[in-house]
């Protein structure tokens, strides 16, 4: 059983392209995040959705934009993708509330602009 | 801003010996902190969660510290073995919009450990 899954794995794109990543959890989760992960690993927050509502929205060109459908899905849409846009992007999912709320986090996909 | 050091990009160790990783930060009060485990080409995986309040938390070999006047967290994981090899990840983790129980998670870079059979 995969608790979230993101579709494709990888991504080899031309700049100036247009791109999605889809994000689809079954943990029945309220929040749902994409994250970013650099050629030096560093792993950055860039939006966060609670009940299909935008919650955090990080520094981030305005090319990104993240969609939800529903509460299971959280899409990311990249336009005009730049060399800079490769790296690891992950999506990850977690409770809400004061109790035990840690993240669970996709596979990732590996974006490489030529 | 908030800043959050990982005492070192790698350790190695010999099979056996405890490991002890660090985690500091400055300019932050959170409510809890985690630590996650990311394999190469994988997502992270979460490990444990401390709250300010619990000085200390075990789960089997792992154990985590949480000081909040030191400001620093540390991450021990006893009789390591080959299979303990990854990479670690200290996350700030603060509440973000109270009314929706949402939280943000900082992380740092991350230590490369590795240990030696």
């Known amino acids: 059983d995969t608790a979230v899954s993101q579709t494709p794995k990888y991504l080899v794109t031309q700049m100036g392209n247009d791109k999605s990543i889809k994000c689809e959890q079954n943990l029945g989760h309220d929040t749902m995040y994409w994250y970013k992960q650099d050629s030096k690993k560093f792993l950055k927050i860039m939006f966060s959705?609670?009940?299909?509502?935008?919650?955090i929205n990080e520094t981030v060109p305005n090319r990104f934009s993240p969609k939800s459908p529903d509460k299971a899905h959280l899409n990311l849409h990249i336009n005009s993708l730049e060399l800079g846009d490769s790296a690891v992007y992950f999506c990850?999912?977690?409770?809400?509330?004061?109790?035990?709320?840690?993240?669970?986090f996709g596979p990732g996909t590996r974006l490489t602009v030529l | 801003s908030q800043k959050i050091e990982q005492n070192s990009e790698a350790l190695n160790i010999q099979e056996g010996k405890t490991a002890t990783l660090t985690c500091n930060y400055t300019n932050y009060s959170p409510a809890y902190l985690q630590w996650y485990r990311q394999d190469p080409g994988r997502g992270p995986v979460f490990l444990l969660l401390i709250r300010e309040n619990e000085k200390e938390k075990r789960k089997e070999r792992l154990k985590v510290t949480f000081d909040t006047t030191l400001k620093q967290s540390l991450f021990h994981i006893t009789a390591s073995q080959p299979a303990d090899s990854a990479t670690y990840l200290c996350a700030l983790d603060w509440v973000v919009w109270a009314g929706a129980g949402s939280y943000q998670l900082t992380f740092g870079k991350g230590t490369k450990l590795s240990v030696i059979p």
């Open positions: 959705y609670n009940n299909k509502e935008l919650i």
């Open positions: 990850a999912s977690s409770s809400t509330g004061q109790g035990d709320h840690e993240q669970f």
